[in-house]
């Protein structure tokens, strides 16, 4: 059977699976004794790991199985969810996801995921492995939590027990030495002046007179009581060379262990009523599934591939040049018949126009889904508490502008995780709660969307802003006396600009804020900063809804026709020629007590004159945040839909000219970009 056909429907199903077990392992962190999110998990991973032996790609049917096997263990309550199991549970849907990228890419889904493999089935078997910052700095030597082989006697359990009730941790800690160690004996005595260091030795495997004696293969094992970590221990011993590993074991209380015991007894002895058990679990669970496809079988949706979204809005968009055609023949004609059919046909469009932008609508939460799990992985990176909150994700945005934003909204909450939210112990001598909290918020807006990044942290210091800023040489001491708060915040903004001491691998304030401005004003949106010292400050997006088809004032510069986007536009205004001042060498009038430079179009687009001077000048007032300006025009055409083309490789970085469009009269029109003019 020929599979590529169901190839693309393979991987975006994949993609939502995977999503939601994202999104439901998150969950399950802050509900871990919530067995129903664990069913749903499984029954994602049931249904890939289906969908991907189908499809032949093993090694992801593999992983899953593996993971899935996890998840059993946990939904019977034979495991107890905790951070380290679903660190490696993430572990092994990041890896899912690079194969199932790598077959929407072309390639085969092959990776090797034996690590990962063998740290889901360490926690099967009762071994939880830690991949927390000791194993990341030691991929090879994981640590065990737990192990079954120590057995202690009633003493030994005792004098642990009274150790624990004061503060005290039970370690069984295993060093392996190296093959060609010569000197067996003297390793092993180091090893022990550092277990004396550490805390007390309780019991060693083989006997220290064995070890003394060298008696012994080229592993023995110790269980200590100590107060440090598991960390620390391991970090201490493995100063000490030829040591292949060191692996750092909590001991578990002696309560757990025997009710581990009953519980296996319990579990065997009680395996039918398991299965008469799972049985009606699975019976609910089809029963909710029954009721799902029931649900899906009376919603009328399709899914459809975007590429053909694509296609019918290109087709649409020379409709409405088309359309633009006719209603300018229809006015030169002054034809009643023609007139009132361009019309009919205008409305009719107009209605389409809005279904397939419609269509074409997404909401953020897309977007959004990623970012929980990059705040849950960095947080822990940064030994940071941080609670991220997202309201708004489901406002739509057009799929062309959803595409583009994830980076820059990427950037930002690194930059608010990184340097806005202070560490748990600088923020409690603050008296500030240990757990910072960013907002990610999206609303409508008009015509806009906006996308706001918020958090609790330390804000923006404007004098070290301002300091940096003045020695980089992008701005002067006395431009920056008269600078806003706002103004001062905006210094980040600028190329290569960094307030900070020590440029991480995670951000660094201001190194790339300047791409990210870029990225979003290239888009037609803009971003700004609102800060407040030791509060916490507030990125704010502001995106259009759709950059296909846009509403522009035509207007003529001398003999030409230009488009100016109604969403820069103010107002216009006309002004007599004597009104206007000079001012630092630069054109300026008094714009209702505010003044504003202007901007003669036909002398930044180096337009030939053609036409006299006349006593009065026709503005355009465009805005760019909160600076403002006067284009000067020789007439207004007025307000217009058009189609945004680009204007391709050869001519993208043209100056002020962000696009072009084809008029009704066949003529094009090139696209005025306001916001490189208002800087």
Known sequence: MDLDQYLEVFIEESKEHLQTCNELLLELEKNPDDVMIVHEIFRSAHTLKGMSATMGFDDLARLTHQMENVLDEIRNQRIKVNTDILDIVFLAVDDLEAMVLSVADGGNGKRDVSLTIEKLENIVAGQIVMIGSADREHPGAPVEMESRADIYDEYEWAVMEQSIDQGFKAYSVKVILNDDCILKAVRVFMVYEIFAELGEVIKSVPPVDVLEEEDFGQEFTATILSKQSAIDIEQRILKVSELESVRVSLVPNKTSKDQEYKATKDLENANQLQVHSTKQVKGKEDEKASSVNTAVAHSKTIRVNIERLDILMNLFEELVIDRGRLEQISKDLKDAELFETVEHMTRISGDMQTIILNMRMVPVETVFNRFPRMVRQLARNLNKHIRLEI??????????????IGDPLLHLLRNALDHGIETPEARRDKGKPEEGTVILKAYHSGNHVFIEIEDDGAGINTDVVVTKAVDKGIITEEQAEIMTERQKNELLFASGFSTAKEISDISGRGVGLDVVKNTIESLGGS????SRLGYGSIFSVKLPLTLSIISVMLVEVQDEKYAIPLSSIIETYIVQREEVLRSHNQDVIDFRG???????LHSILSIPVCREEEDFLSLVIVRNGDKMAGLVVNSFIGQQEIVLKSLGNYLNSVFAVSGATIL????????????SLVK
Do not use: H
């Not at 309201?391 to 583009?404: F, N, P, Q, S």
């Not at 505010?594 to 003669?600: A, R």
């Open 391 to 404: 309201i708004g994700a489901e406002t739509e945005l057009d799929r062309t502008v959803i595409d583009e």
């Open 527 to 530: 971003v700004s900063i609102n």
């Open 594 to 600: 505010k003044i504003i430079p202007l901007v003669y």
């Open 664 to 675: 009704g009269d066949g003529q094009v029109a090139l696209i005025i970009d306001c916001n």
